[in-house]
Every structure is written in structure tokens, then in C-alpha cells.
């Protein structure tokens, strides 16, 4: 997983467009952005930044963000485990 392709799996599991930005820091918004060091993952709000987390690795930093926001749907009931089928011939 890489910036370039996080936003489509994110839609994949109902996370909206706007809620992130990837390579920009966007209020309102869980932002991915590179710089010399990383990248950082955080949330901004009104200009500041909560939740601030730093990686080396563009892979780590994209799983860091997808599993955040994959627990926030899964806890919202958003997503979930698949149902069971019926055992057939039971």
C-alpha cells in the first residue's frame, strides 16, 4: 500500500474522500503528508494537528492510517464480518 493507492482502498471500505488527504494537510481531515524525514499521519482540526504519528516508511505509514480508519467503520457498524451461510443438507 502506498499514498498513491490508500485513498481507493479507504473508499473500498466506505471511509468518505473528504475525511483524508493525502499529501496536503486539509482541516477536518486525517492528512498523509512526505517530507525530508517520512511521513506523517495525523488528524487536523482548526490548523492544528492531533494524533501525530511519524514513520520512515511510506508502506508502514499507509497501513498505520488504513487501520485506524478501517476500526473507526468497523466500530460505527460500517463494515464487519461477512454473515454465515447455513450448513446445506443439515
Not at 31 to 59: I, K
Not at 66 to 79: D, P, S
Request: charged share 20%; net charge negative.
Amino acid at each position: 500500500m502506498n499514498a498513491e493507492s490508500i485513498q481507493g482502498w479507504l473508499l473500498a471500505v466506505g471511509v468518505p474522500a473528504e475525511v483524508v488527504s493525502v499529501g496536503a494537510e486539509a482541516d477536518n481531515a486525517w492528512c498523509l503528508v512526505a517530507d525530508d524525514e517520512g511521513f506523517e499521519v495525523f488528524w487536523r482540526e482548526q490548523g492544528n494537528r492531533y494524533d501525530w504519528a511519524r514513520f520512515t516508511s511510506e508502506d508502514v505509514a499507509c497501513h498505520y492510517l488504513f487501520g485506524r480508519l478501517v476500526w473507526a467503520q468497523v466500530v460505527r457498524g460500517a463494515v464487519g464480518l461477512l454473515p454465515r451461510q447455513a450448513a446445506s443438507g443439515a
